[in-house]
């Protein structure tokens, strides 16, 4: 089927999926639940919704299709971490609250991974865990931080373990490697595959979806949609808004969400002699103790696929299929990804691609649900909203629904983060702190040694 819009990201996911060509809404029509984005976040709420009540009428309006956004374009890390560090969960709620945030990320890995089973979803699931490098020193002191800032929590070597330079070595073989954390809690997967066995079963479940349906505007028990005929006006109980990286598109919104660009490669299908160098034969996913974040996968299907942070943030919020490739940005990550895996060789990288994800000011993930005007919305994941998007749609469809009377909330629902600045202290702020940050690393992998006043601003910059 042809896709349903000229401009889809070239990415290795989207090949043999995402192939919905949802019609537009097209009357003004009348749901129990009306949800604004078609992504994971999006999609889960549904889920939650109806298991808690499986009579609601909802709609799921995509301003493209469902699993245009990074939902369709990840890098796959169904993973139990969070874009906030253990103490900063606790600092705006309290130590349980952050011990209870990470056990249900926990266990929302595997009621993801269970939902797969059981559903016959096939999206190459496989949970091997998660491994993050140190190739230098500091990167090594960083890990360890982290080890002990998780027993500081009550979690032990079960949650995440030291690995020597030998031992990481049996698991994946990069270069220069002076040790590892592991940890269990995440899968790897094919992330557009997900979204797509999400949509046939709601589609199952009577959900309405439309595509090309771009909401313009969202007040009390009521979206306006922009649609080729014209503005259409859809009323409803309740309005989710799950638009993450797109959301500063919306004017009432525009400085509740950055978005930041995220880029990934993937190469062709490595040759069975060259996986036998590498190892990775449990598919655990793959990072490193850099600043700038780093990730990659071992795909079902023999592949590299390897992503990576740190593009400069558009003026304004920007956010556009233009910007889905950086030549400058695919390259610096193809350098990362021969670096640490030489015996990729002469094999080709076959894709490039790129999407958006939304940041709060305050780099902390929200789940807002507000019972006088029956709007909630759901996000702030960084990069890390595949297993996140799934545990704030539950707190979303719990509180709506109210069915639980032991439910108490975890430390992201009606967080609220202050809002962006204006432009162009967003645009100077923003991109100050990504240019910062790579000059850590270069100082780092450089001399050796911490740029100290950089670090120092580093903290007080990103909570
Ligand atoms: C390159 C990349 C790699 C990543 N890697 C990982 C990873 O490995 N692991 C991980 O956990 N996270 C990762 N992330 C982050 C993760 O993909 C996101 O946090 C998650 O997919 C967010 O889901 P969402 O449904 O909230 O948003 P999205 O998937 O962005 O969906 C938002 C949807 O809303 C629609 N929309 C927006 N505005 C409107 C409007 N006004 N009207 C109607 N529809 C609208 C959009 O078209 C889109 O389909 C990555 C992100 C990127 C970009």
């Not at 009323?235 to 990286?245: F, N, Q, V």
Request: net charge neutral; glycine share 8%.
């Amino acid at each position: 089927m042809e896709k349903a819009f000229a401009q889809w990201p070239p990415s290795l996911w989207s090949e043999n999926s995402l192939n919905w060509n949802f019609p537009e809404i097209s009357s003004s029509q009348s749901y129990d639940v009306v949800i604004v984005g078609a992504g994971y976040s999006g999609l889960w709420t549904a889920h939650h919704l109806l298991n808690l009540n499986p009579s609601l009428s909802i709609a799921i309006l995509d301003a493209q299709q469902p699993g245009f956004g990074a939902s369709g374009r990840n890098g796959g890390w169904c993973s139990a971490f969070s874009p906030m560090s253990l103490e900063a969960v606790a600092a705006q709620s309290n130590k349980q609250g952050a011990i209870d945030l990470q056990n249900t990320l926990v266990t929302s890995v595997d009621e993801i991974g269970a939902h797969i089973a059981n559903s016959n979803i096939e999206c190459g699931w496989h949970k091997g865990g998660t491994l993050s490098f140190a190739s230098n020193q500091l990167q090594l002191d960083r890990i360890r931080e982290n080890i002990s800032m998780s027993r500081h929590f009550g979690f032990d070597d079960s949650f995440m373990d030291y690995l020597t330079p030998d031992q990481a070595k049996d698991c994946v073989r990069i270069q220069d490697c002076l040790g590892a954390s592991y940890s269990p809690h995440c899968a790897a997967l094919q992330p557009a595959q997900l979204v797509d066995g999400l949509v046939k079963q709601l589609l199952s479940r009577n959900v309405q979806f439309f595509g090309s349906s771009r909401v313009s505007h969202i007040t009390s028990h009521r979206v306006s949609a922009d649609t080729s005929k014209g503005s259409v006006s859809i009323d409803s109980k309740w309005i989710i808004r799950a638009t993450e990286g797109f959301t500063a598109r919306m004017k009432q919104y525009r400085r509740d969400v950055a978005p930041l660009y995220s880029y990934m490669i993937a190469t062709e299908p490595l040759s069975d002699s060259q996986w036998k160098d590498i190892g990775w034969s449990n598919r655990e996913t793959v990072s490193d103790g850099r600043n700038l974040v780093i990730y990659a996968q071992r795909t079902a299907d023999g592949r590299i696929a390897f992503g990576g942070r740190g593009a400069p943030y558009k003026y304004a919020s920007r956010i556009g299929s233009h910007f889905d490739n950086n030549a400058n940005i695919h390259s610096l990550i193809e350098k990362s990804m021969r670096e640490m895996f030489p015996v990729i060789g002469d094999s080709d990288v076959t894709h490039r691609w790129g999407g958006a994800l939304g940041v709060h000011r305050d780099w902390f993930t929200s789940a807002q649900i507000d019972h006088k005007s029956h709007i909630a919305s759901l996000g702030g994941y960084v990069g890390d909203g595949v297993a996140f998007s799934y545990v704030a749609a539950k707190e979303v469809a719990t509180s709506i629904l109210g069915t639980a009377s032991d439910y108490l909330p975890l430390p992201i629902v009606n967080h609220v983060s202050p809002r962006w600045e204006p432009e162009p202290l967003r645009y100077i702020g923003i991109n100050s702190i990504l240019r910062l940050t790579n000059r850590a690393d270069e100082t780092e992998k450089r001399t050796g040694r911490k740029n100290r006043f950089v670090n120092w601003l580093l903290r007080k910059l990103i909570p």
